[in-house]
């Protein structure tokens, strides 16, 4: 169908690296084809850091890669965060120069570009002359870790419940992580206080025959999971939080 017309079919896979499958095993083979019909073409996502790919670049003819980190990308990943801001409409509008020093600080990140966004759009103009822009997406993060952590009275719960999000992996219902923090009122304490780094999926994505399903919550990108978890403790801390789910 697709060879006559000399038409192409470009299908789009993002995260291999997040793909399940038992410990040790290689879930790649299960859903990428050995061998693509003409004119179909596979355009993968992953961190290079994945061990599975190895097995992708193995197959016969090579693999074309693509580095988003090369320098040579930087341009067009400045010009996607350019327009970004360009694309936003705040009441009042953004200064200019507000905007160019979010594009100088974010460095062409459009995630850093997309949490800036959802921090500035609360504040009043007034707010907005004053506020230091964080240096980054880690940045970012450690700006978000130390109002975290100076939360003294709330720390615990805090320590707790983003421990939990980072272990589970997949995102947690409402009922389950109301259930793991010792009920709803410290749930909804969690998440007024940590929502900038999560993702709220709504209860459409779990709705099977009659059950409505219900919402849930995971970090919002898996940089985000990283730097928690490194901050919490690493590997080590993160064996109670497992076994706490088990």
Aim: aromatic share 8%.
């Amino acid at each position: 169908m697709l060879a006559p017309g000399k038409r192409r079919l470009i299908l789009l896979i993002d995260g291999l690296d997040e793909a399940a499958a038992p410990v040790g095993d290689n879930p790649l083979p299960l859903f990428l084809p050995w061998a693509l019909p003409p004119g179909v073409l596979v355009l993968c996502s992953s961190r290079p850091t994945y061990p599975n790919l190895e097995w992708l670049k193995a197959r016969d003819g090579g693999v074309p890669e693509v580095d988003l980190d090369d320098k040579q990308w930087s341009r067009s990943n400045a010009e996607a965060c350019q327009y970004f801001w360009q694309a936003q409409d705040f009441t009042p509008p953004l200064p200019a120069w507000l905007t160019e020093q979010a594009l100088v600080r974010g460095g062409g990140n459009l995630l850093y570009a997309v949490k800036l966004r959802d921090q500035l759009e609360p504040l009043s103009a007034e707010e907005r002359q004053v506020i230091a822009l964080p240096a980054g997406l880690v940045g970012w993060l450690d700006e978000s870790w130390q109002k975290f952590v100076s939360d003294e009275a709330c720390w615990p719960l805090l320590e707790r419940g983003l421990g939990l999000l980072c272990a589970a992996r997949e995102a947690l219902p409402v009922s389950a992580l109301g259930h793991l923090l010792g009920g709803v009122p410290r749930r909804e304490a969690l998440l007024r206080r940590v929502r900038s780094v999560l993702l709220e999926e709504p209860a459409s994505w779990r709705q099977q025959d009659d059950d409505p399903g219900e919402v849930a919550y995971r970090l919002y990108h898996d940089s985000f999971r990283d730097f928690i978890e490194r901050r919490l403790g690493g590997a080590v801390a993160m064996q109670g939080f497992h076994q706490t789910l088990v």
